[in-house]
Structures are given as structure tokens and as C-alpha cells.
């Protein structure tokens, strides 16, 4: 699929948002706007309180966002995520996530290297999703309560990211992976007051400097481990309602990183009956490492040896996470990576997993973006060993355990990556963004 290689930089990059009768004048394309009221700030901030009645719909998108569409997810590390590399996929939307404690810290939004990132695409014409992550999981880390100065310190680093952001980026995540990233005995206690705080924060700001319309939906962040009963709780099912009750959020992320496709079911199978039926999903983040983990101890395949033992350092008994390493140190050919993959059984009979669950996902009819991941990043393939997550194994590319020459096209993962692009639809390429000439 042909990316628009001629779509305008936004006019709101220089300050000035679009005019609502271009907004509401915007019909079957996958970039669509958000509408904001002209409600007063209390009201906005309440109206999470108030019935589904004509004044609640008008805080919704003007007209529907994005729907069943299939991206590119590079997480923190956008290093060698280009236009050309997008385009090979035949990508046209690409998802990151900012790490708040960097802002809190004193770096500018705009020189943060997934906000560069998604700016930089943005301009270049492709659908952006930005997500705030916030770090409570650390050591001597809490979340803060409402009305405290810690939360009035979170506060103003969100202000920063949603200066550079907002109207520029298509959907703003409000969350990463909250569970993960707070600690056990604070996530049915502390983490969703905090995040209730961040969302209708989020929501006064959007209305405040666009009053006229913003692009930007908002979505909550990320349910994990659902698959998992003991991470079922009163927290994750409030999280659920807080974006139901609140219709300025159009749905939240699940992130299924699992053993099985029948564990990445009951992710559908928790949400879907809670979530209203006028919300959506996202699935940013999604993977078979789980599984992919259980198999580091497997020995590697006889075939492989017999076939290339005499050109490479293996050795019969050696095991997945030292072949990884291997692979890492001395990347193999694409036909040596290729083949690894397609003789070990454990891969070989899970190759089709990313395919089928966007099928899956597209088929509820309530998906709003997928991202896969596009890049190995070098946190993948450092200090392998045999606990390591084999991240590696779930890239589109294969950039770090691959041999590419400069200037030849990237190599890329055994059968995932030309399901990518077959998964690839015409309807979901982005219009040509209006200049001021336009408007």
C-alpha cells in the first residue's frame, strides 16, 4: 500500500486549529477530529457525573475515529523508525510512549525522542498515538493522592507533554500500563484516583485551548495479565467504568502479552461485556512472549544443526537462549534466521499469531488501533540469557540479529512481517491534512 507521500503538515503545528465546519466536513477517512464544547471547565471536568443526554454527546468525537486499524508500536526506543521503514509495512499509523519521569525531570517534550518521534510522523502524514507512563513501580516510588503537591508536580509534567502534543497527536493514552507500573498494595487503594485525576486534568486542558475542536481522542491506558485472576479486581473493573461514565473517553488499551491465544481471549472476554457498547479498544502492545519464554531451555532443532554447523558456531544440545545470543553477537543470514524459525515447532506452529488475533480483534467490530512491534530495540538483545523475555522474537524487523548490508532493505521476521502487510487496508491511509490555504 502506497503511503501518501504529499500529506500537509496540520495547520495546528503552528498554533491555529482547524475550523469546525472543516472538522464536522471530514467524512470516511481514518484521521477524524475530536470535538470539545464550550462548556465551562467545571462542567467538563463533572460531566463524567452527568446522564448520556445531547450536551454529553457533544463532548464525543465530532465523527468516528479510527476503526480496525493495524500499526507500528516502537514503545520508549524509536531509533531507526523511519518513513521508509513504515513504508515497506505499508504502515500508516506508528504508536510510542513518553516516560513522565523524564519530563518531571527537566527534559523539553520536544527533545524527548518518542515525542520527536511522533511529531516527526505526524508531519510526514501517519496516524500518531502517544502514551503517558507514568512509574510508580520503582523502589521507594508511591502513587500520589489527589490535591497533594506530588500530584501537582505530575500535573504540570503532563502539562508540558499535552503543549507539544495536543491536536498534533491522533489518540493520547492516559497510562501506559498503570497495574505493572504501581505497586501490588497501592493498585486497588491509590491507582485509580490518581489516574481519575490525570484523565479529567487531561480533558479540562483539551477544552480550555480548543475550544473550536482538537484532533487528539482520548483513551485510558492499559489493562494487563488479564488472563490472570489475580490481577481481576474492584480496581480493574472501576477502571472500566471510570471510562464508561466518562464521555469524553472513547475506550481504553488492552496489552496482551501472553502463553496462548486462548489466554489473549479472555482479554476480549473480560472487557468486552463491561466496556459500553459506544466505546472502543486498542491493543498497542500484544505478543506470544510468554510462551516464546518457555521455550529458551528447548534444545535447537537437529535440521538446523545438520544444515549449518559447518558454517556457523553451533553445536548439537545447544540451547534457544545461547543460539539468541549467538544471533546477537554474530547475526545470522535471513535465510539462517528464516530457517531456525521455521524448523523449531514451538515457532513454526504459532507463526500465524499476530494474524490472527488482529482478525479476531477487527472481527468485534470495536477495535480502534493495533500496533505491533516494529523494531528490535538494544534493551532486547542485551544480557541474554536463559531468563531473559525473548523480545526479539517478536519484531517486525530483525534488525539486530540479522546481517544487513547498508543501503539494502531491512531484514525482517519470519512470516509476521508479510502478515503485517497483508493486513494492511486501503481504508485506513489518512487524507491529505488541510494547510491554512484550505481553511
Known amino acids: 500500500m502506497k503511503i501518501n507521500q504529499d500529506a500537509e503538515v496540520r495547520t495546528s503545528r503552528g498554533g491555529n486549529p482547524v475550523s469546525r465546519r472543516w472538522l464536522l466536513g471530514v467524512s470516511g477517512g481514518a484521521f477524524l477530529a475530536v470535538g470539545c464544547t464550550k462548556e465551562s471547565q467545571g462542567d467538563q471536568v463533572d460531566s463524567a457525573k452527568k446522564p448520556e443526554g445531547k450536551d454529553a454527546l457533544q463532548n464525543r468525537a465530532a465523527v468516528a475515529g479510527p476503526n480496525g486499524v493495524l500499526g507500528a508500536n516502537f514503545n520508549e526506543d524509536p531509533a531507526h523508525v523511519d518513513k521508509a521503514v513504515l513504508k515497506a509495512l505499508g504502515a500508516t499509523w506508528v504508536r510510542g510512549f513518553v516516560l513522565m519521569d523524564t519530563i518531571k525531570d527537566g527534559t523539553d517534550p520536544l527533545q524527548q525522542p518518542a515525542i520527536r518521534k511522533l511529531l516527526e510522523m505526524h508531519g510526514q502524514g501517519f496516524g500518531t498515538i502517544l502514551a503517558l507512563k507514568f512509574q510508580f513501580s520503582k523502589e521507594h516510588q508511591t502513587v500520589p493522592s489527589p490535591a497533594t503537591e506530588e500530584m501537582k508536580a505530575e500535573l504540570a509534567a503532563v502539562d508540558k507533554v499535552l503543549q507539544a502534543v495536543l491536536d498534533k497527536v491522533d489518540i493520547l493514552t492516559i497510562g501506559n500500563e498503570p497495574f505493572l507500573e504501581t505497586h501490588q498494595e497501592e493498585r486497588v487503594t491509590k491507582l485509580n484516583p490518581f489516574y481519575r485525576e490525570v484523565a479529567k486534568h487531561v480533558i479540562a486542558y483539551r477544552e480550555k485551548r480548543f475550544r473550536n475542536g482538537c484532533r487528539t481522542h482520548l483513551y485510558m491506558g492499559a489493562l ?6 489475580r490481577m481481576i479486581s474492584e480496581a480493574t473493573r472501576g477502571w472500566i467504568e471510570f471510562v464508561n461514565k466518562t464521555p469524553q473517553l472513547e ?3 488492552i496489552h496482551p502479552h501472553v502463553t496462548s491465544a486462548e489466554a489473549a481471549q479472555k482479554y476480549l472476554n ?22 516464546y519464554e518457555k521455550q529458551m531451555t528447548q534444545t535447537i532443532p537437529t535440521d538446523f544443526v545438520n544444515a549449518y554447523e559447518k558454517e556457523m558456531d553451533i553445536t548439537r544440545g545447544m540451547k534457544v537462549w545461547q543460539l539468541l545470543k549467538l544471533a546477537k553477537e554474530q547475526p545470522f543470514t535471513q535465510k539462517q534466521w528464516n530457517d531456525f524459525l521455521r524448523m523449531s515447532p514451538w515457532f513454526e506452529s504459532h507463526k500465524h499469531f499476530m494474524r490472527d488475533q488482529v482478525k479476531k480483534y477487527r472481527k468485534t467490530g470495536r477495535l480502534a488501533v493495533a500496533t505491533y512491534g516494529v523494531m528490535q530495540a538494544k534493551a532486547m538483545v542485551t544480557n541474554i540469557n536463559a531468563g531473559k523475555k525473548p523480545w526479539m522474537l517478536n519484531s517486525l524487523y530483525v534488525n539486530l540479529t540479522v546481517q544487513h548490508d547498508k543501503g539494502d532493505k531491512l531484514p525482517h521476521n519470519y512470516t509476521v512481517f508479510d502478515d503485517f502487510t497483508s493486513l494492511q487496508r486501503e481504508q485506513d491511509r489518512l487524507p491529505v491534512r488541510p494547510t491554512k490555504a484550505h481553511m
Do not use: A, I
Open 224 to 229: 494487563n495479565r488479564l488472563d490472570d485472576p
Open 270 to 291: 473480560y472487557v468486552l461485556p463491561k466496556l459500553h457498547d459506544n466505546k472502543k479498544f486498542l491493543v498497542t502492545e500484544f505478543s506470544l512472549v510468554g510462551y
Open 251 to 253: 475506550g481504553l488499551d
